[in-house]
């Protein structure tokens, strides 16, 4: 008899007492060609064998097929529309892209819950992917099923929205639904470009929507409007029993806040998000510039200038994104900002920028210093806009483009990343060049980037009081700025013809970040690390990701998927398992 994708509920319990070993292809009670063509008819036809991403080039490199791939490398949103597409190419000593044997296309919740069912009955390594942005590697998985909703990417907007069951007890807003596969800057079009509102999501446009939500979610504009997750209303979530929940604050409020910054990929599939859309400020902004100092001394003269000028001018709602501490001695300064127009942006920028030109013996102004404001609707145009890259692919939506900023991420190979957030009672007088000595130390190893916009302190009360009601870590609450130190170089996608990497050069470069974390670490120790943009050897990850939340999230995860179908790295339940997420330890 022909086996059928849907299990029955009391499969879900009799899974949960089963060996925990998940069935490769390799094993003889893997699904057969029958069950697997039965799941392929309940989801109309969208499950598909997956490929690695370059394999038409084994079959030859100069044919159109793999010219096609080779061509569109640097292109992330191509490469979130390619089954085994992943938007960095692995990180070293970590994980290398490895395709799902079968990717289940969803068009439909439907489809989902035919997936999830199949994969639990027969007790299959899940994928979850959506738009593939995870530097954790957590979207791919080799001989595995992938669950792929990037085709349902549907946004909707309401002038006035009530969660389900909450009717006479919460007050309507304009809010945005997306389903999981849309990625950010499908909101911004609608939202902002179309509706004249704005939604809190991420800086790059490419992100999917549901994983920057499960992640927490900083925007450029976070120390004004919060958090991603901080406006989630509600969700819509197949879990592991294969269940369709819709979840809010008064329906199943315990899954409803893990999702709120509790990790992607642990908690089922998300198929929709709806978010609360806030009023459009008038103008966005930006500062920008780059100044070298001839030696180490003027360096931290610059150094200790910009810290005061941060905490005295910037230290407020207004401003986000970030400045680069090098060890050449430059700081960069890659600000924006909301809710300014240029002559207030000028004259917030004009003693720092007076200061530095004051002392040209000392300083040199390698990029010129500059500022701008404009129509805050205009913010995420495509045409005109040189800070914008646009996707030129035949059929591409015409609002498709990433920040040309963001470029160096696209397939890039990581040799190492870490990331902390510093408290802001650096910034308290007394302390301030104790920050300035760790800065500079740690600027001697690697590169510094700090986002402002990725730590809250200074941020709006009310942004504030709603991060402190999801998932996230508390402790970014307190912080001012997330460090992130990174390297990595460019895409090494297994079966891409290019030079063998430097490995010792490369486990150099992982060294050097780790040094610049531990001078970083002298003055903000246990601070706490972003769970998107973290180190994937971090050995205290559950309270660096999520504080005093952790125990709470490990209940969650008892309630819902008691056998850990959904794992990633690093991910809520993960250390019950191997770290390829096949063997139950």
């Not at 085709?151 to 309401?158: E, Q, S």
């Not at 029993?241 to 199943?252: M, P």
């Not at 089922?268 to 459009?280: A, C, D, K």
């Not at 040189?386 to 939506?397: C, W």
Request: charged content about 20%; aromatic content about 10%; proline content about 5%.
């Amino acid at each position: 008899m022909m086996a059928v994708p849907f299990a029955a509920p009391c499969a879900f319990v009799q899974a949960a007492t089963r060996k925990s070993t998940r069935r490769r292809p390799t094993d003889p009670d893997w699904p057969d060609a029958t069950q697997w063509q039965a799941l392929k008819d309940a989801v109309g036809g969208h499950l598909v064998a997956v490929q690695p991403l370059l394999a038409p080039c084994g079959i030859s490199p100069v044919a159109a097929a793999c010219l096609a791939v080779t061509s569109n490398l640097r292109n992330p949103f191509y490469l979130g529309d390619q089954a085994a597409g992943t938007q960095v190419s692995g990180w070293l000593d970590a994980w290398t892209p490895a395709a799902s044997t079968f990717a289940l296309k969803a068009v439909s919740t439907a489809d989902v819950v035919a997936g999830v069912n199949f994969a639990r009955e027969h007790q299959l390594r899940l994928v979850v992917k959506g738009a593939g942005h995870s530097y954790q590697g957590t979207s791919n998985a080799a001989d595995s099923l992938l669950i792929w909703t990037r085709a349902m990417n549907k946004v909707t907007l309401h002038d006035s929205f009530v969660p389900q069951g909450c009717e006479g007890r919460l007050a309507p807003v304009p809010a945005v639904s997306a389903q999981a596969g849309a990625v950010w800057i499908d909101l911004y079009h609608a939202v902002t470009a179309l509706g004249g509102r704005y939604v809190q999501g991420g800086g790059c446009t490419d992100v999917g929507v549901a994983g920057l939500v499960q992640s927490g979610g900083f925007g450029s504009f976070s120390k004004g409007f919060g958090t991603a997750a901080s406006s989630l209303l509600e969700a819509e979530i197949v879990t592991a029993d294969g269940h369709v929940r819709t979840v809010n604050a008064g329906s199943d409020p315990e899954l409803f806040w893990a999702l709120k910054g509790g990790g992607g990929g642990s908690w089922g599939v998300v198929t929709r998000l709806t978010l609360r859309t806030h009023e459009l400020p008038k103008a966005f902004g930006a500062a920008w510039g780059k100044i070298k100092a001839s030696n180490d001394d003027a360096y931290r003269r610059l150094a200790t200038r910009f810290v005061d000028f941060y905490a005295d001018a910037l230290f407020n709602p207004h401003w986000g994104e970030q400045v680069t501490f090098a060890p050449d001695n430059t700081l960069k300064i890659s600000m924006v900002c909301q809710g300014l127009d240029k002559p207030q942006i000028e004259q917030v920028w004009a003693p720092f920028f007076d200061w530095v030109k004051a002392s040209p013996e000392d300083f040199t102004i390698v990029e010129r210093l500059s500022s701008w404001a404009g129509d805050a609707r205009h913010w995420w145009d495509i045409e005109g806009n040189d800070s914008m890259i646009p996707d030129t692919r035949p059929g591409a939506p015409g609002h498709h483009g990433w920040w040309r900023g963001d470029q160096d991420q696209v397939g890039a190979w990581l040799h190492g990343f870490e990331s902390l957030w510093l408290p802001a009672r650096l910034l308290e007088p007394a302390q301030r060049q104790h920050l300035v000595e760790a800065l500079l130390a740690s600027s001697r190893h690697k590169k510094l980037d700090l986002h402002f916009n990725k730590g809250l302190a200074g941020a709006s009360a009310e942004a504030i009081a709603s991060a402190r009601e999801t998932a996230t870590n508390p402790a970014v609450c307190d912080a001012f700025a997330l460090v992130i130190i990174a390297d990595g170089e460019g895409a090494a996608y297994p079966g891409l013809a290019r030079r063998p990497p430097d490995l010792a050069a490369a486990r150099g470069n992982a060294r050097d970040i780790d040094l610049a974390a531990a001078a970083l670490r002298q003055v903000a120790p246990h601070s706490g690390s972003y769970v998107s943009e973290s180190n994937f050897f971090n050995a205290d990850w559950k309270r660096e990701f999520w504080g005093g939340n952790a125990g709470r999230l490990q209940g969650v995860k008892a309630q819902f998927d008691p056998d850990g179908l959904f794992f990633v790295h690093h991910g809520v339940g993960s250390e019950e398992w191997s770290p390829d997420g096949f063997t139950r330890l």
